[in-house]
């Protein structure tokens, strides 16, 4: 009998990969085996059953082994290509992610400059428009207003110039446009009516009236017994003033002094010499109001000192939120159309309260004025308006992360877009976490921030030439560590708990002061009796928290992880374990650590293929919440995650930023340890408690001569 054989398979070139295509080569092998084997028993002698019985089963063997390892082959391949095949999707999906981002960018940029081109055009025209109509209007406003003067001068005994004058007074007034602002406004100082100006047009309207009037008067009237007033077609401004404070008489003052608008503005003393008698009363709400008409120069950088009724060129838009120390306001300059933010101070009846607000926002203006970055909110100027102090800030944001988490939870149609809520705001979301941690960094190099949370981080929606961003806002309460370069404070007495980290929660409710170092000291005979270990176990736990519990920049790392939290929750569509149950106020990070720990381990393990690529970011932002500050990552090492994760988490400044410079050093938070977080060896724990005893002898208090001797034993053992 033929010995049995795989020709046919060997025959085939090496270089095969169909895999599919081996294992039918094998299967067909063995058919052509059995039926070589077929015609043997055909043709052999029944003698030799036995042993062609032997061949058959070895054959059948044969054929389970090369069938039991296609399958096991195949099996194989088929898991290689699952795993190459989601590898190879979720990075695409990351550049695919950046790269529509970029281009729904750029499209919405050059959609946005051809709206500002149609606008200009559309300007333009109506301009045109309005110049042709306005100079109709004005000549056949002049006939009209010539034919009512002459009617009034007729009916005037022409040889008495005060009657003359009070007439076309008069008539001055009847015609006079509408300021169209309310008079609650005027002097009041809780609301001077900020915005509220008297522009050119009207003005050049105005003088149009008073030039008709000047004209008409000259021509008619003998002027050597009523002459017209000179200075009258010059005095448009002086008349919108008086006209919006409702004090017309005024104007026979500026006409008898031969004042002007090129005199003004004056000063309080010399307003006051216009006006005569009873009307000096006057000279303070004219000298505010005089503002509308006479603005001032007002550029960037500068400080405005002004009264508390007098208004600026400001325009009221919309109200953002007020805080603890003052509220924040949408303002338009009407000159340049351009918008910021306004924070003014809040004001209270104790003068001592007002000075705490006023500081505040001066420490903030301190610790912007040298801050740079794209991701930042600059200062513009600043002013101080009767005991009101505030800062005018740029940009002037659209909102804030937290309410761009709640309309994504919403996922309404946006019919500006025509999409859906989710489907642009994701990208912006995305890029939380690397221009957040860029901007984080780049402002540990000289102070921390202190009060970080979502509804201090601002957003801006794309302008010409940008697209959209999230900025860092409201350092009211950070810590300036440039000149000491210690990052660490004890000031816990204002912070915003959900977000705190522990060791600012545990100072607040556990803070060495005077009155706790009492028990200490009362027990001072026994721990002199029974030595060091009971001293060490009487003050230990005390001085840690003395020495340990100052707040560096890992508190900041704390509250940036809890944010980071709060926006993968958001995309995930889902609410963290502790906000599941809305309570009131919203329950602290700090108090729910091993919940958030577990919750992000199991999304980890569950995400989808679209939300795979966040399992990084959901293992990052677990350790920047560790209790332990030693464990947590500093934010140059968030930064260098966040990249490591892809390009998707970066506007294209901070992305660029990064490939020049991909390694941030701001100064480290704190000295390295030499022994593992937690651990405090025997020699530290002396010196330490030497050290604790020297400053509890610096307080004056009784026995401090026991305390130095046993402070002076104690750091002579460490000595030895």
Avoid at 480 to 504: C, L
Avoid at 651 to 671: M, T
């Amino acid at each position: 009998m033929k010995q049995i054989s795989k020709d046919s398979h060997s025959s085939r070139p090496s270089g095969t990969t169909n895999f599919l295509e081996d294992i039918l080569d094998s299967i067909g092998s063995s058919l052509e085996s059995l039926q070589a084997w077929n015609t043997e028993l055909h043709a052999e002698d029944a003698t030799r059953t036995d042993e062609v019985v032997a061949d058959v089963a070895g054959l059948f063997d044969t054929l389970d082994r090369s069938i039991e390892f296609a399958e096991r082959d195949l099996r194989s391949r088929l898991r290689h290509r699952r795993r190459y095949l989601i590898g190879f999707f979720t990075g695409r999906r990351s550049k695919l992610e950046g790269d529509v981002h970029y281009f729904l960018t750029n499209v919405y940029s050059t959609v946005q400059q051809l709206h500002a081109q149609k606008k200009i055009l559309v300007d333009t025209s109506d301009k045109q428009q309005t110049l042709q109509t306005t100079k109709r209007d004005l000549l056949k406003g002049r006939t009209e207003s010539s034919n009512a003067i002459l009617e009034i001068f007729d009916q005037v005994d022409a040889t008495d110039p005060r009657k003359v004058r009070s007439c076309a007074l008069d008539w001055l007034w009847r015609f006079f446009p509408n300021t169209q602002f309310s008079l609650h406004v005027v002097s009041n100082a809780e609301d001077p009516g900020d915005g509220h100006l008297y522009g050119e047009e009207l003005v050049d309207e105005v003088k149009n009236i008073l030039e008709t009037l000047y004209e008409t008067w000259s021509r008619i009237l003998d002027h050597s017994r009523c002459p017209a007033p000179p200075e009258l077609p010059n005095m448009a401004k002086i008349c919108l003033v008086l006209k919006g404070m409702q004090q017309r008489h005024l104007l026979e003052d500026f006409l008898d002094n031969k004042v002007v608008d090129n005199d003004l503005p004056k000063e309080k003393d010399e307003i006051e010499d216009i006006f005569v008698g009873d009307n000096k009363k006057y000279a303070p709400k004219f000298y505010t109001e005089q503002r509308r008409a006479f603005v001032r120069t007002w550029p960037d950088g500068h400080h405005l000192e002004v009264e508390e009724e007098e208004p600026l060129p400001l325009k009221y838009v919309l109200e953002y939120n007020e805080g603890s120390y003052g509220k924040v306001i949408m303002v338009e300059d009407p000159f340049t159309g351009a918008f910021y933010a306004r924070k003014q101070q809040r004001t209270s009846a104790d003068a001592h309260q007002n000075a705490a607000y006023r500081k505040h926002l001066e420490e903030e203006r301190e610790r912007l004025r040298y801050l740079r970055h794209r991701h930042i909110v600059q200062v513009v100027k600043t002013y101080q308006r009767g005991r009101v102090y505030a800062i005018i800030l740029k940009p002037a944001a659209t909102t804030d992360l937290e309410r761009l988490m709640e309309r994504y939870y919403d996922n309404r149609y946006d019919a500006n877009l025509d999409c859906m809520t989710r489907d642009w705001l994701r990208p912006i979301l995305l890029h939380a976490f690397g221009c957040l941690s860029k901007g984080l960094a780049y402002i540990h190099n000289t102070m921390r921030h202190k009060d970080i949370k979502p509804a201090n981080i601002l957003y801006e929606k794309a302008l010409e030439g940008r697209g959209p961003r999230l900025l860092w806002a409201d350092f009211g309460l950070a810590y300036d560590f440039s000149a000491s370069g210690n990052s660490k404070t004890k000031s816990p007495n204002v912070y915003s708990q959900r977000y705190a980290a522990p060791e600012i929660v545990n100072s607040v409710t556990k803070s060495i002061s005077s009155d706790r170092r009492a028990p200490v000291l009362s027990d001072l005979d026994r721990i002199v009796e029974d030595g060091e270990q009971i001293l060490d176990e009487q003050i230990e736990s005390d001085f840690r928290e003395t020495e340990e519990n100052g707040h560096g920049r890992m508190t900041d790392i704390f509250s940036l992880g809890c944010v980071f939290l709060e926006v993968l929750a958001c995309i995930f569509d889902e609410r963290l374990p502790m906000d599941r149950v809305a309570c009131l106020p919203r329950k602290m990070f700090s108090k729910h650590l091993p919940e958030l720990t577990k919750w992000a381990q199991e999304r980890m393990e569950t995400s989808d293929m679209e939300n795979a690529s966040l399992s990084p970011l959901l293992d990052l932002s677990i350790n920047m919440i560790r209790r332990n500050p030693h464990d947590r990552p500093t934010v140059a090492e968030v930064v260098q995650k966040v990249a490591s994760v892809g390009l998707q988490h970066f506007c294209e400044g901070c992305w660029e930023e990064y490939e020049k410079d991909p390694k941030p050093n701001p100064a480290s938070p704190q000295s390295p340890a030499e022994n593992p977080p937690g651990k405090v060896s025997s020699t530290s724990r002396k010196g330490s408690v030497a050290q604790f005893l020297t400053r509890v002898n610096s307080g004056g208090r009784p026995q401090t001569t026991r305390l130095s001797s046993l402070s002076s034993t104690l750091s002579t053992r460490e000595a030895g």
